[in-house]
């Protein structure tokens, strides 16, 4: 396979690169290196030879863009016909994302801040999250009804003139919705994802009173004042804990104008630091990995959010996941709906493979099985296959998500241990340690299998070190667990192996280099049972200031 092939755009295909021969040397592993080191194509994929790019400058500013409309009707015949219809008929051709850096990672961005994926995140700084301000002070002030959603709520704001969206359990499910959306909340801000402030309060009626100019709307959209009555019957329909308490998640608003959630596909015309298509953004295409581990099947328009901010004198958007109280199988248990994650609202596939099995097709959700909490429902990781999960309509990035792309999100999700799901479940207050500690169990273990499914689809190489005579990486399967040995091959033009080398116990190998400083590409393969995984590539300059300038995680 060729190196020169379809690839990102941080890579300049312009340059020809010679190969180097060896003569009847051949034998000897520096001269074999050589002959490997450039691969079989007269063209490669070209690197610049310049400091890696960790931070996107997307902050420039610009005027205050309308406010994007969200029509959840017009969605749901875009999601499950229309759009649906022309993506078939386009046949587009896969494409890697857009926005990696050389070395294949996700820079900053206002999209994305790296957290867990470059660096160690306590638990003590993963369970505080983006909720460094805490809860909201008590007396609340009622403002407004809840706009939208099937959980009781209302807006309100403390005595520092906070804002909030308050939202309650459902009587059937009580902790539920509250405990989902913090735990949820704070794993998407330890990924590196920007979401709001989301935190539980507890109050009873005596701390909660309507505001002067506070209103509700009818059903036909007509606003008419709210009155206390209308207070009492939204409580009526949360449930009351012992001595009158009222437990519920507070989401405060989100700094900045609000314009609207993104779009699934393209860009904003009125955002000039919008210039990758959403659906070719790693970030937005590996929420289909990361909402498969959370079973977080609510991903829409209206559960994002762009805020148009001023920081810094200049004014820009910036991009927020928003509403996670329906994650971890919540909208599975609150709208009987087993099939949530695993079957669309619409699913032309499952639903006529069961109308013609005539009901002797079992499917996979069939075989789950409540748990005892009602707070966590029919999460679990029996029967979780990450790559048939489905979120309940559409969402066209996550069909654009490739191994590359599902790789890295892998990667981010095994880096969450058992204490630090601890930390941050314990921020859900569920009934008692059991049900907390059976929510880490499954979200552990709901990780390995995405780990084991989609870090052995290409080569795991990563971390990569380079000195003047060796590169050294590591194998991420073997340092997780997954498995236990390794063969690393490094393949010459002819794809014949021209050098291996076993993988540590711990994942570390190291590959012999040359120490001048000519430009040169490792093609790198992994070996595992005599299963050979597909090749990446390793560009590098060695000499007195050796550097990996770029890595491609698949090639070609």
Not at 32 to 50: I, Q
Not at 121 to 137: H, L, N
Request: aromatic share 10%; with cysteine.
């Amino acid at each position: 396979m060729c190196a020169g092939g379809s690839l990102p755009r941080n890579v300049a295909v312009s340059r020809v690169v010679s190969i180097l021969f060896c003569g009847f040397q051949a034998r000897s592993i520096g001269c074999a290196l050589s002959a490997a080191a450039l691969g079989g194509c007269a063209s490669s994929g070209y690197f610049h030879d310049r400091p890696i790019v960790w931070q996107v400058d997307d902050q420039q500013h610009i005027d205050e863009p309308e406010e994007l409309p969200f029509d959840r009707y017009a969605t749901l015949a875009d999601a499950f016909a229309l759009r649906r219809v022309t993506r078939l008929l386009e046949l587009h051709d896969s494409e890697p994302a857009h926005n990696t850096n050389a070395l294949d990672e996700v820079p900053d961005s206002t999209w994305f801040t790296n957290r867990i994926g470059v660096r160690r995140v306590t638990p003590e700084e993963a369970a505080r999250g983006a909720s460094a301000v805490g809860p909201p002070r008590l007396p609340l002030e009622v403002t407004g009804g809840k706009p939208g959603g099937a959980n009781p709520g209302m807006m309100a704001k403390d005595p520092q003139g906070r804002r909030f969206v308050i939202k309650f359990d459902t009587k059937e499910n009580p902790g539920m919705q509250t405990a989902t959306n913090t735990i949820v909340n704070r794993i998407f801000w330890t990924l590196g994802y920007n979401v709001p402030n989301d935190t539980i309060v507890s109050f009873d009626r005596s701390q909660v009173f309507v505001g002067a100019g506070a209103t509700l709307k009818d059903e036909m959209g007509r606003k008419f004042p709210m009155t206390e009555s209308n207070l009492d019957e939204t409580l009526a329909s949360a449930p009351r804990y012992p001595g009158g308490v009222f437990r519920a998640s507070a989401s405060e608003f989100i700094a900045g104008i609000p314009k609207g959630g993104w779009t699934k596909e393209g860009v904003r015309d009125d955002d000039r630091n919008d210039h990758t298509p959403h659906e070719h953004r790693r970030e937005v295409r590996a929420l289909r990995v990361f909402s498969a581990w959370l079973n977080h099947t609510d991903i829409k328009q209206d559960n994002t959010l762009d805020a148009y901010v001023d920081e810094g004198g200049k004014r820009y958007l910036r991009h927020y996941l928003l509403d996670f109280g329906e994650a971890l199988a919540g909208q599975a248990a609150e709208a009987h709906k087993p099939e949530t994650g695993y079957e669309h609202w619409i699913d032309y596939e499952y639903h006529t493979a069961a109308a013609f099995s005539f009901g002797l097709w079992a499917r996979p959700w069939e075989h789950l099985e409540e748990t005892r909490w009602p707070s966590i429902g029919l999460f679990s990781a029996k029967h979780f296959d990450p790559e048939s999960w489905r979120p309940m309509s559409p969402y066209w990035a996550f069909d654009e998500a490739d191994a590359a792309d599902k790789y890295w999100a892998a990667k981010l999700v095994l880096r969450f241990d058992k204490p630090l799901l601890r930390a941050i479940v314990a921020v859900g207050e569920l009934e008692d340690a059991k049900a907390e500690e059976y929510l880490v169990n499954a979200l552990y273990e709901r990780a390995r299998i995405i780990g084991q499914r989609y870090l052995e689809a290409v080569t795991p190489l990563d971390h990569f070190e380079i000195t003047r005579n060796e590169i050294c990486a590591v194998d991420m399967s073997v340092y997780h667990g997954l498995v236990t040995s390794g063969l690393v091959e490094v393949l010459d033009e002819h794809n014949d192996v021209a050098f291996d080398t076993l993988v540590g116990e711990r994942g570390q190998v190291c590959i012999p280099i040359h120490a001048d400083d000519r430009y040169r590409v490792y093609r790198l393969r992994m070996l595992r049972r005599s299963v050979s995984y597909p090749v990446m590539q390793v560009h590098f300059k060695g000499g007195q200031a050796p550097r990996i300038l770029g890595v491609i995680r698949i090639e070609g």
